[in-house]
């Protein structure tokens, strides 16, 4: 019998948090698996990856494929449906793709603890696959919520929009964009940050570094602040139990 194997595909991929932290629970919990990265340009190469590699049983997908994976798959979940985006992919006994979205469990897990009661409306930064679950989550956390944009689109604000007095009324701020990753960890999303007050609330995707220029800016002017490494943690689990689940 094949070795189970598991893997992360996206484009470029540098580290991986996924392929450390599977790598560890395999040792860890003595399962027989190993865990791959599949460095992969195009989103159509998902089909070689599984034709070509015995023992598949499952793929975390990042980006540039979160949303471009979708028509590869023969079915999604209720959630990867809502958002449109994937990032779990389970292949099943008969060959079968199935896509999930853990993100929206990650996050909400990860941001629910820090919610207070005057917490009604957050600034989502960026557009991408991943603001896209971050949306559905506040929806579920029952925030209102608009997105930031780089260039002006319908129903989007600019950096240029945000002003103190739209600070005054946006007391969570999400950023789903990739500024202040490392190696660019000196850069940071163009906000007025001195309008920041005690009774923000910065959370960043962004996991290394732990705590990014974004964060240390609001941490600056009193506010309350989280990176994404725990909710990379709680995606990693949410992901394994997708490939396990009986359906």
Same mark, same amino acid.
Not at 168 to 177: D, G, L, R
């Given at each position: ?125 960026? =557009?991408?696959? !991943?603001?896209?679950?971050?949306? #559905?989550? *506040? $929806?579920?956390?029952? @925030?209102?919520?608009?997105? &930031? ?35 660019? =960890?000196?850069? !940071?999303?163009?906000?007025?940050? #001195?309008? *920041? $007050?005690?009774?923000? @609330?910065?959370?960043?995707? &962004? ?41």
């Amino acid at each position: 019998m094949a070795k189970e194997i598991y893997g992360l595909i996206g484009y470029p991929l540098g580290h991986s948090f996924s392929r450390a932290f599977f790598t560890e629970k395999f040792k860890r919990e003595g399962i027989d698996a190993e865990y791959r990265n599949f460095e992969i340009e195009e989103a159509g190469m998902l089909v070689d990856i599984v034709r070509h590699t015995p023992g598949l049983r499952g793929l975390n997908c990042t980006i540039p494929h979160k949303q471009a994976i979708i028509p590869l798959l023969h079915s999604l979940s209720d959630e990867a449906r809502e958002i449109g985006a994937v990032n779990v992919i389970k292949v099943c006994a008969d060959g079968r793709l199935k896509g999930y979205n853990s993100d929206i469990i990650g996050f909400t897990k990860s941001l629910r603890p820090l919610l207070q009661p005057h917490h009604k409306h957050a600034l989502v930064l960026g =557009t991408g696959g !991943a603001s896209k679950a971050i949306c #559905a989550g *506040l $929806t579920r956390l029952g @925030l209102q919520w608009r997105y &930031v944009s780089r260039s002006a689109r319908e129903g989007c604000l600019t950096y240029q929009d945000i002003t103190p007095e739209v600070l005054s009324q946006y007391e969570v701020i999400v950023n789903c964009s990739p500024v202040g990753m490392h190696p660019h =960890t000196d850069e !940071a999303p163009a906000l007025p940050y #001195a309008a *920041l $007050t005690p009774r923000h @609330l910065l959370y960043d995707l &962004v996991y290394n570094p732990e705590e990014t220029r974004f964060l240390s800016l609001g941490k600056e002017q009193g506010a309350t602040v989280k990176g994404g490494l725990e909710m990379l943690h709680l995606q990693a689990i949410a992901s394994w139990e997708f490939w396990h689940k009986d359906e």
